[in-house]
């Protein structure tokens, strides 16, 4: 339904109301809903509010509830009304496949940037202002009303699961060799991992019951490789191929991490780089033998290393030191483990002016050193 049909529907429904004047409207339970930047995946840190709000809505329960999209103010106007919509469909999306009961109503508004409620100028005021307001409404009212209500409140009725295939093809980076690999996936509107093991040469694919195009997040380890992971928007209905290339674990090959994020100018870990320190650390323990240094890289492009203030040459090694710290706590032999700063000696960009040059500077790199011996 288009958003202009649903707001009508909700107009036409606030008349109906108000004209009778014995409609009591009551919020049983109320809860907001964050978002990432320019994002309507559902964060893992929402999980447990979306199951309260779920709780409230079982068998016995016969009501509505309203929903209602919002952003920050980065964005066009016309971006931002579509991403509050997207924000609001994945709640209800979130909602319905914890197994709500079949007698609720949703509705909703999307209002994109019009009503924050947080000052924009500040990244705490554009977080407050990324959200999904939720409410669970019960209505009393005459007979009379509720033949009218059910006229105009819009029903969110789930469309049809469609049985749809993802197909994986695991080579070998280097030879493009077919490999046997342990693939984890789950989608983002579950914290439920499933594992399927990939068998080298073979026909390699899983089933998902999908009513609606959904991004899924893969992972991929193999022995004597380091791991790969990918997001990919499975298509509904359609056979989803995905293609893998795997680094090879051998003397000299380096792996830099795919979303690790500092707090700037420092050596501490923002809280969503602990998925990735996650897989690197399967990876490991996957290869018990391989002997590994952390490297920390840091951007100070045009300037000889010679010249680069001390504390920037001590983030660089401070930062790896982190990674090493997590890895060894996690139960990776420290045998295996060493780690440096290399200040900007190795820029991937070292004459970069523009960010999209200078962020593959800025990394934690693995690199392999050679074996332990048996």
Not at 69 to 96: E, K, M, P, Y
Not at 194 to 199: A, D, G, S, W
Not at 279 to 284: C, F, Q, T, Y
Request: aromatic share 10%; net charge negative; hydrophobic share 35%.
């Amino acid at each position: 339904m288009k958003k202009a049909h649903i707001i009508f529907i909700l107009f036409l429904f606030a008349l109906r109301v108000s004209a009778q004047g014995d409609t009591d409207t009551v919020v049983i339970h109320s809860a907001q809903i964050y978002f990432d930047f320019a994002k309507d995946e559902i964060r893992d840190t929402e999980l447990e509010r979306l199951n309260e709000i779920s709780g409230h809505l079982q068998d016995d329960f016969s009501g509505f509830v309203r929903l209602t999209g919002h952003t920050d103010s980065i964005g066009t106007n016309s971006n931002n009304d579509d991403l509050s919509a997207r924000r609001a469909n994945q709640v209800i999306q979130h909602l319905v496949a914890s197994g709500i009961s079949p007698k609720v109503r949703f509705y909703t508004q999307f209002n994109g940037e019009n009503q924050p409620v947080a000052d924009n100028g500040s990244d705490q005021g554009r977080q407050q202002n990324r959200r999904v307001e939720v409410e669970i409404l019960k209505i009393k009212t005459t007979e009379i009303v509720q033949e009218e209500i059910a006229e105009y409140v819009p029903d969110y009725v789930p469309e049809i699961p469609v049985k749809t295939t993802v197909s994986f093809i695991i080579k070998d980076e280097e030879t493009e060799k077919s490999l046997e690999a342990k693939v984890v996936y789950k989608r983002y509107i579950t914290d439920e991992a499933k594992t399927y093991l990939c068998q080298a040469g073979g026909a390699n694919q899983i089933n998902v019951d999908l009513d609606e195009n959904q991004k899924m997040f893969f992972e991929f380890y193999a022995e004597g490789y380091f791991h790969n992971s990918v997001d990919y928007l499975v298509k509904k209905g359609q056979d989803n191929l995905i293609i893998i290339l795997l680094k090879p674990i051998k003397e000299g090959n380096k792996l830099a991490l795919k979303n690790l994020y500092f707090y700037g100018n420092q050596a501490k870990l923002l809280p969503k780089s602990i998925p990735e320190l996650k897989r690197l650390k399967n990876s490991i323990l996957l290869n018990p033998n391989v002997i590994l240094e952390v490297g920390g890289h840091i951007n100070y492009p045009n300037t000889h290393p010679d010249d680069v203030p001390e504390w920037s040459v001590n983030l660089s090694e401070r930062r790896a030191e982190v990674i090493y710290n997590y890895l060894v706590n996690s139960g990776v032999n420290e045998k295996q483990l060493s780690f440096k700063g290399y200040s900007n000696t190795q820029m991937i960009n070292p004459y970069a002016t523009q960010e999209a040059q200078m962020k593959p500077n800025r990394r934690v790199e693995i690199k392999v050193m050679g074996y332990l011996k048996e």
